[in-house]
């Protein structure tokens, strides 16, 4: 199995690229582009379908023949709602970078009858979940209620310092549905401030797959299966995007049963 936590392979230009190839599975793929002004990337969808995420900085953005503008406003990830626009399969898209730039692309297999739009901060619901030490600031981008996609669910997750994410812990790593959906899923990390880190454990309930892993600014991690909570330090805030796609765009979770009881509390 490849390693679950993915370290930056440059500081500039395509910094990630995580394929189904590279992870050993078969439906997410998720890439960061960090550009400076009047640096442009281009790429081709082919049969898959992607959602790219301004992340922090502002570009100008053509895709499927449409041009869009300047698109952005954030210049950082703990600011506001980002930006983001959806870009169907067989299609092409292109970003021009106005100011520094730092740009995500989550791709998963397309379908038919889903268009390329642009996704305004605002257009879907900011909410807070859990409570006491385990509060998290939660900003849909790609929901499964939005009927846009055929495979992308895209969503992003500020957690204060000292609280818990992901938790109590919970798996999507069964296409069993009404009970629980298959998911494969990549946390993108940033900290607040950058030098910080936190914690993210990968585990399953018979333990084949352990892996705890100390995560830094920029790191990917990967969750092919099992349970996956993060864990912020004191003194530190945690972003992180989230990316999931399997068989059927339903998000579907299974509780750890040990930890469930912390539901009621």
Wanted: charged share 20%; proline share 6%; glycine share 10%.
């Amino acid at each position: 199995m490849p390693k679950l936590l993915v370290k930056p392979k440059a500081s500039h230009g395509l910094i990630h690229d995580v394929t189904p190839e590279s992870a050993g599975w078969t439906y997410v793929g998720f890439s960061v582009y960090r550009l400076k002004a009047g640096e442009t990337v281009t790429e081709q969808t082919g049969d898959r379908e992607a959602c790219l995420v301004w992340l922090t900085g502002k570009g100008k953005a053509s895709a499927s023949g449409e041009e869009f503008g300047e698109i952005g406003e954030r210049m950082s990830v703990f600011d506001g709602a980002p930006h983001a626009l959806y870009v169907q399969k067989d299609s092409s898209w292109s970003v021009t970078a106005t100011t520094d730039l730092e740009l995500a692309v989550c791709t998963a297999p397309g379908g038919e009858g889903f268009k390329t739009k642009l996704i305004a901060p605002g257009v879907h619901s900011q909410f807070t979940r859990g409570k006491g030490s385990n509060v998290r600031h939660v900003t849909n981008i790609m929901p499964e209620d939005d009927g846009a996609a055929a495979s992308l669910l895209v969503v992003e997750v500020i957690t204060p310092s000292g609280n818990t994410s992901s938790y109590p812990s919970h798996k999507h790593d069964q296409d069993d549905l009404p009970n629980e959906s298959f998911l494969e899923e990549t946390y993108y990390h940033r900290l607040n401030p950058p030098q910080g880190f936190a914690f993210q454990r990968v585990y399953t309930d018979d333990r084949s797959l352990d892996e705890a892993m100390a995560v830094e600014n920029g790191d990917v991690t990967l969750v092919p299966k099992g349970y996956h909570p993060c864990a912020t330090i004191h003194g530190y805030d945690l972003y992180y995007l989230n990316v999931m796609a399997g068989p059927k765009r339903v998000w579907k979770l299974h509780n750890a049963k040990e930890h469930e009881w912390l539901l009621a509390t």
